[in-house]
């Protein structure tokens, strides 16, 4: 599945790159080559601060509810307004 067809439906505010998507990680530490990581803010921690840490691994491709991030060399990116209602529609998209 490529980049755009994982984000049909999803309200996208900005977007660049169309790699092929192999798998969903919204958990930094699990993202593996060819992964999507939804970088979203949460009640105890901010997955926007693990972007850089992620962007070493590629193919890469961010999906971020952060207006203050920017992105990335080598990374297809989205900025969405509400990361946990893109998760969830890539998600459905995903199966």
Known sequence: MNFS???HGAEVLAQSGNPS???LQYDSRLVKPGDA????HGETSDG???IDK???????AVVTDSANE????GAAWVQVPHGRRALARLSANFL
């Open 54 to 60: 992620r962007s070493r691994q590629e193919p890469f």
């Open 70 to 73: 920017s992105p990335r060399e």
């Open 21 to 23: 998507v192999t798998g």
């Open 37 to 40: 990581f939804i970088a979203m």
């Open 48 to 50: 926007n601060k693990f």
């Open 5 to 7: 067809q994982l984000l």
